[in-house]
Nanobody
């Protein structure tokens, strides 16, 4: 059974930082691209960024470029989303995902999400 479990969300002031983590079990971790998505209240789920199975390539939505960084530790089966210079508009539930398509998708497996709230 595949499980993706996010952690690290919380409440932070604008300008602050958070690091989200995604623990993975039940799949051959190294073969999958990994993505982060988010969904704000009343909005559709949005692609945030992704990292290739090797870690050599990353992709980010324009709104987070220069502020967010995705990394992975294949030995620990962990994926991370370092979020700096957070803004109130980054408030959302953040999901990690795993897939074998392109960096933008499709993604086959999803976590339950972790809430990030940025106060102004």
């Amino acid at each position: 059974q595949v499980q993706l479990v996010e952690s690290g969300g919380g409440l932070v002031q604008a300008g602050g930082s958070l690091r989200l983590s995604c623990a993975t079990s039940g799949l051959t971790f190294n073969f999958y691209n990994r993505g982060w998505f988010r969904q704000a209240p009343g909005k559709e789920r949005e692609f945030v960024g992704s990292i290739s199975w090797s870690g050599a390539r990353t992709s980010y939505v324009d709104s987070v470029k220069g502020r967010f960084t995705i990394s992975r530790d294949n030995a620990k089966k962990m994926v991370y989303l370092q979020m700096n210079s957070l803004k109130p508009e980054d408030t959302a539930v953040y999901f990690c995902a795993a897939g074998k398509g392109t960096l933008e998708g499709p993604y086959d497996y999803w976590g339950q999400g972790t809430q990030v709230t940025v106060s102004s």
